[in-house]
């Protein structure tokens, strides 16, 4: 999976992992409406290695939210 990050401070920040399990980590590869993370994940190795992510446009509706303590920076 890649995952992206935004944080309160405006730093973004993209990493790659791998999923323990041969049809990907459920958890981590659902949907979600945080608007300051997005996850892409793939189910064959190495499908993600030139993925690069970014952010859907911002609005006022979607602007920068604090951190929720995910545990992240």
């Known amino acids: 999976m890649v995952y992206l990050d935004r944080f309160t401070?405006?730093?973004e920040q993209q990493n790659r992992a791998c999923s323990?399990?041969?049809d990907g980590d459920t958890f981590y590869c659902r949907s979600t409406d945080d608007p300051n993370h997005v996850v892409n994940c793939c189910y064959y190795?190495?499908?993600n290695a030139d993925v690069k992510l970014?952010?859907?446009p911002t609005t006022a509706t979607t602007a920068l939210i604090p951190d929720s303590?995910?545990?992240k920076k």
């Open 54 to 56: 970014t952010f859907p």
């Open 20 to 22: 323990p399990s041969d």
């Open 45 to 47: 190795n190495m499908c």
């Open 69 to 71: 303590g995910k545990g």
């Open 9 to 11: 401070t405006g730093e």
